[in-house]
């Protein structure tokens, strides 16, 4: 039992980090900001930033992948 708790708190834990990296990225994408400098005014690491952006665009990716139809 003790494990199933552990393991849903950490799906939260992952599901509200992922949230928060989407309205950063969001809000850094609407600033006009080039992304160096509102990463520097916001206090996330440039690295951090595309990481999480990079996250994204493979899910994205995944998602909505086309399959072939046959004639």
Known sequence: MEQEMTKAIMEVRKKVSREEWR?????????GLPVR???EE???????????LRKFREEALTEHQFVP???
């Open 37 to 39: 400098r509102w990463c």
């Open 42 to 52: 916001n206090g996330i690491s440039f690295g951090s930033y595309y990481a999480h």
């Open 69 to 71: 139809v046959g004639n």
């Open 23 to 31: 309205e950063r990225i969001l809000e850094c994408q609407s600033s």
